[in-house]
């Protein structure tokens, strides 16, 4: 099992007030799984998806990612642990604007402390496998929005991580380039990868195998639809 | 690879925001240049103080009714010595003479300011020397015409001048002055001898003076006045001897007890240095800390600069984060930047303050010269401050919660 989770919770306390956004929830995913996480804002996916992605712990219940129990982690565990395990994709794509698109993927294999050398070839690497080996030397500002979240996923997938965790990862494209961003997905997926994302458009999760519906922070529908 | 990438963010804010970027380093480049360029002119005058006052003359010493310097070293025995000392006269000249076996001359000494004039032509405040006839044996008086005063002149007081050059040439201007006679204030006196162009020392022009006979100045400005008494030693290795002989001979004349104090004064060359050390030692304090607030202001501005960068990449630090950037990376970042920041304002200051020390010394007499120590300080202490005032910012950056940082616009 990839993905383990028990009883998680997330509680806020907002002044003498308890908010929970994740009341509990209970979850298994496998390697190679394709899964979409839905519900309404306020429903706690943003929550989940935080702790799924080891950006933060929970307040309570147990996580355990790839075999290791992550959810009493200290702060540069946890920052080891998303280097390695996870691949994020933003809706905003969240690149450095001064940064090329290579040095852009390269900055995950920083933080792993990989040589120079072997950081250019994985960076053309993965480049090339979301055809923009064109696009290598190209800032930000002169990408499309499609070509920026394709850099976003070359830098996601550049650590080899056990997950991709994607949040609305076509919200700031138009449908086209949404669609080609999706299929970018299925390949991915096909190719043997693990994807979580976060999505509240339908037909944005239909491009999933597996569809968790949350509400109040707790797992309302889970779905195969393979 | 990270000190370089994090030198690059920093060049890359300088080269974006050049005029937010000199402001904030304005305090390090004020302090860095006001360091530069006054331990370059320092270190040049000190050369100067060295060579000039150590070379010339460092065997001679002078006995005077009180040292003049103590008033900035010693106010309060200074003004001790005023009311206390007794003042020197011609006859202590004589006794001395007969009392210092390691001395090769001595010769009374006794200085006043005048105007000269000789027909239509006047110089003013020209410093009136009288003397005895050993002076030119002590001092440096190289003739360029006629002769020196001499020993029979003295004892008579006859009216005699030996012109300094600046004298002769504004006097004088084409024809011999020899066997004319000037005017000293209202008396008139024969020209005996010109002395050769003596040039500057640090501006101040070295031949505007008249050497007179000593007993011919008495007579002229009063009989009451104090003298000074010039020692020039038979050698310089014999020079403490002769001050101690001289030191001896005073107390004896002035009938001192063992545990009284001096009531005269011995200046030596090297207590000329030792007071030229003590006022650089002053100024180098003072500008220390001035410096050091200059340094503390500039270190203030940037690490506002700096909370400010924070601020604006918080969504940059929750992205490298997540991308696995542990707090140590994002630490290391700022400070690399701040610190490249805080040193290019050392390095624009060192630059500046050596042109500025230049310029000095072109425009005016002031040497200066280029002491490496003042670079390697300049740069240490940018360095230092740019870790210093960098933590702060750093640390903040570094302790922001992921999920915040990433949602923040």
């Given amino acids: ?226 | 690879m990270q000190i370089f990438q994090g030198m690059n963010i920093a060049l890359r804010a300088l080269h974006e925001n050049k005029l937010r970027t000199f402001l904030t380093l304005l305090g390090n480049i004020v302090g860095t240049m006001s360091v530069i360029a006054v331990v370059s002119l320092i270190g040049g005058i000190d050369d100067y103080v060295k060579e000039k006052v150590a070379g010339e003359g460092s065997n001679v010493f002078t006995i005077e009714r009180f040292n003049f310097f103590e008033a900035i070293t010693d106010l309060d025995a200074f003004l001790e010595a005023i009311a206390r000392n007794p003042r020197i006269k011609l006859s202590d000249v004589e006794y001395m003479r007969e009392r210092i076996p390691s001395a090769s001359y001595v010769a009374a000494a006794a200085s006043s300011d005048a105007q000269v004039s000789y027909r239509d032509e006047w110089v003013d405040r020209i410093s009136i020397r009288g003397r005895s006839e050993e002076y030119p044996m002590i001092e440096d008086a190289p003739l360029f015409l006629g002769r020196h005063i001499s020993r029979l002149e003295d004892q008579k007081s006859v009216s005699v001048a030996v012109l300094g050059w600046e004298v002769y040439t504004r006097l004088f201007p084409r024809g011999d002055p020899l066997g004319t006679r000037i005017k000293i204030g209202r008396k008139h006196f024969t020209v005996t001898g010109v002395v050769e162009d003596l040039g500057t020392v640090l501006g101040e022009s070295k031949n505007r003076f008249v050497y007179i006979p000593v007993n011919t100045f008495l007579k002229t400005y009063g009989a009451r006045t104090s003298i000074e008494i010039k020692v020039k030693a038979a050698d310089i290795t014999l020079l403490d001897q002769a001050v101690d002989e001289a030191t001896m001979a005073m107390r004896i004349r002035h009938g001192l007890r063992p545990m009284e104090d001096d009531d005269f004064a011995i200046v030596t060359s090297e207590n000329l240095i030792s007071l030229w050390e003590k006022i650089s030692t002053s100024i180098f304090n003072a500008l220390i800390f001035i410096v050091s607030i200059a340094l503390v202001v500039g270190g203030v501005v940037l690490m506002n600069v700096m909370l400010v960068s924070v601020t604006e990449r918080t969504k940059e630090v929750g992205l490298r984060k997540a991308l696995g950037a542990r707090k140590a990376n994002i630490i290391w970042q700022f400070i690399v930047e701040s610190v490249t920041l805080s040193l290019i304002g050392g390095i624009i200051g060192i630059l500046t303050g050596f042109s500025i020390a230049a310029i000095i010394s072109i425009v005016s007499p002031l040497p200066y010269v280029v002491a490496p120590w003042s670079i390697a300080a300049g740069l240490i202490v940018t360095f230092i401050i740019g870790i210093v005032f960098g933590t702060y910012p750093a640390s903040k950056a570094a302790n922001l919660d992921p999920v915040v940082a990433l949602h923040s616009e």
């Fill in chain 1, 1 to 226: 099992m990839l993905i383990k989770v028990r009883d998680v919770k997330k509680i806020y306390e907002v002044g003498i007030q308890k908010i929970e956004a994740v009341a509990g929830i209970d979850l298994e995913i496998d390697r190679n799984e394709y899964v979409a996480i839905m519900g309404p804002s306020g429903s706690g996916k943003s929550t989940f998806m935080n702790l799924l992605g080891c950006l933060d712990t929970p307040s309570a219940g147990d996580y355990w990612l790839n075999g290791k129990e992550v959810s009493n982690l200290s702060d540069d565990e946890l920052a080891r642990i998303r280097n390695r395990e996870i691949g994020f994709v933003f809706q905003t794509f969240n690149l450095l604007p001064r940064a090329t698109a290579a040095q852009n993927v390269e900055l995950p294999l920083i933080y792993g402390g990989i040589s120079a050398d072997e950081r250019r070839d994985r960076a053309a690497e993965v480049l090339e496998s979301v055809g923009l080996t064109d696009r290598a030397k190209h800032r930000p500002n002169e990408l499309s929005g499609g070509q920026r979240q394709r850099v976003a996923i070359a830098r996601a997938m550049v650590n080899r991580p056990s997950i991709i965790l994607a949040d609305e990862p076509t919200g700031n494209l138009d449908s086209k380039t949404g669609i080609e961003i999706m299929s970018l997905f299925d390949t991915i997926h096909a190719a043997g990868n693990t994807i979580v994302m976060v999505t509240h458009e339908e037909h944005i999760a239909d491009y999933a195998k597996r569809v968790i519906r949350l509400l109040d922070g707790k797992i309302e529908e889970d779905i195969r639809t393979d």
